[in-house]
């Protein structure tokens, strides 16, 4: 199923109770939200071009350059966003609460305004 995004789109290619597969396709230049989720617990994968990826660490926020073949796990609570250096493609693998997301920070005016 194709899920057309601001940035980009989703195609979800497995989903059940227990795990959740998607391709992100994030276009040249746009990120997603800076966000959280209480439960969702994600494995990200690039497959190809390349990102900056944003995470807190110990307190701090980091920023990596991505590229083809490098992954990260985002566990529940982990503040992360994805910004696209080029057209980039992304497999996560995931737990399926979908809709388990908390927007900090939005370009596209789909941040939760109580969130800050």
Do not use: C
């Amino acid at each position: 199923m194709k899920v057309d995004k601001p940035w980009g789109y989703e195609l979800r290619w497995a989903r059940t109770d227990r795990y959740v597969g998607k391709v992100i396709h994030v276009d040249a230049g746009h990120a997603l939200s800076l966000q959280y989720h209480n439960v969702k617990d994600e494995t990200i994968l690039v497959w190809s071009g390349r990102m900056l990826f944003e995470i807190e660490e110990g307190g701090q926020r980091v920023t990596r350059e991505m590229g083809p073949g490098d992954s990260v796990h985002v566990t529940p609570g982990t503040v992360h966003r994805m910004t696209a250096i080029e057209d980039t493609d992304i497999f996560e693998v995931s737990t399926p609460e979908l809709d388990d997301v908390v927007r900090l920070e939005d370009r596209y005016g789909r941040a939760d305004p109580k969130q800050g």
